[in-house]
Nanobody, 121 residues
Framework: QVQLVESGGGLVQAGGSLRLSCSAS????????MGWYRQGTGEKRELVAS???????VYGDSVKGRFTISRDNAKNTVYLQMNSLEPEDTAVYYC???????????????WGQGTRVTVSS
């Protein structure tokens, strides 16, 4: 069984920083694209940032210049460094992996359980 486990959320004041981590557990051969999405209360889930296995990144317009996504393929982990946080960034942040190949099979569109980020003004 493969799972994505996020950590690093919490409460921070506007202008502050947080770093989220997401690690894939299990005996994994490879992971294709990984990314972070977020969902505010009463809102649709939206892309924050994604990174391909080869390092190609895409950012949502609202976070460009403030957030940085990175990954460590050897550790099956993706990170999201969030700087200059704004109250509008308050949401539950979810990790996603679009294809995971492991000893137990190939899994598509995996999601983590989510980690809450709250930015106070």
């Amino acid at each position: 069984q493969v799972q994505l486990v996020e950590s690093g959320g919490g409460l921070v004041q506007a202008g502050g920083s947080l770093r989220l981590s997401c690690s894939a557990s299990g005996r994994i051969f490879s992971i294709d694209g990984m990314g972070w999405y977020r969902q505010g209360t009463g809102e649709k889930r939206e892309l924050v940032a994604s990174v391909s296995r080869g390092g190609v990144v895409v950012y949502g317009d609202s976070v460009k210049g403030r957030f940085t996504i990175s990954r460590d393929n050897a550790k099956n982990t993706v990170y999201l460094q969030m700087n200059s946080l704004e109250p509008e960034d308050t949401a539950v942040y979810y990790c996603n992996a679009d294809r995971v190949t492991s000893v137990t099979g190939t899994f598509y569109n995996l999601w983590g359980q989510g980690t809450r980020v709250t930015v106070s003004s």
